[in-house]
């Protein structure tokens, strides 16, 4: 079982570049999610999407876009990278949106913005 | 807004002794779900336990526990029996029981388990 894989694992941007950041599960997941890990924070939430064509903002979506064309994929799209989206990136989904869900995690995009 | 805070940056346990990570959290809310996730040096995210706020008895799944204090809005994990593959970053979440999707992390806590 392949789970939440996200590609890259590791990236270095020059500030003002833009990127996708790929995420997919085999699960048939409804609910999926992007956060940002910084260094003393917690995970905070980008974007999400509760299925296939909609999509919602997160806690911190400034800078970032996203699409659900498929129940699979859910990228996450720098616009122009800026040294403030130096993060660690996690891609993670769940059966449904219900509260008690439990989310499963990819492994996480290491990106350093330059 | 709701917070959660984890105020041991860091623990650590001799193996196959018990450790109690601490966690509080503030909220208006009276139904939610409380997490403990576990990040280990792989960065995969990886759920430990979840508590449900309506359910007074505490979860526990297999040697890890939880000590649910609705009241003092305390939401501690306990690790009995310790081992070296416990050794991970140890992160409390809250998330409201409608509407809003958001899981409100803690900051963390690096647990070390000493041979």
């Known amino acids: 079982n392949a789970g939440v894989t996200q590609t890259p694992k590791f990236q270095v941007l020059k500030t003002g570049q833009s990127m996708t950041l790929q995420c997919a599960q085999d699960m048939n997941h409804e609910y999926m999610s992007w956060y940002r890990q910084d260094p003393g924070m917690g995970l905070r939430l980008i974007h999400y999407s509760v299925g296939a064509g909609i999509t919602d903002q997160g806690e911190v979506p400034n800078g970032y876009n996203v699409s659900r064309s498929t129940t699979e994929d859910f990228p996450l799209r720098l616009l122009s990278a800026a040294p403030s989206q130096t993060s660690v990136y996690f891609c993670?989904?769940?059966?449904?949106?219900?509260?008690?869900?439990?989310?499963?995690f990819g492994s996480g995009t290491q990106l350093s913005v330059l | 807004a709701q917070t959660v805070t984890q105020s041991q940056p860091e623990m650590s346990v001799q193996e196959a002794e018990t450790v109690t990570l601490s966690c509080t959290y503030d909220t208006s809310e009276s139904d939610y779900y409380l997490f403990w996730y576990k990040q280990p040096p792989s960065r995969q995210m990886i759920l430990v336990i979840r508590q449900e706020a309506y359910k007074q008895q505490n979860a526990t799944e297999n040697r890890f526990s939880v000590n649910f204090q609705k009241a003092a809005k305390s939401f501690s994990l306990k690790i009995s029996d310790s081992q070296l593959g416990d050794a991970a970053m140890y992160f409390c979440a809250y998330r409201r029981d409608f509407g809003n999707e958001k899981l409100t992390f803690g900051t963390g806590t690096r647990l070390t388990i000493i041979p």
């Open positions: 993670a989904s769940s059966y449904s949106y219900r509260v008690g869900e439990k989310l499963f």
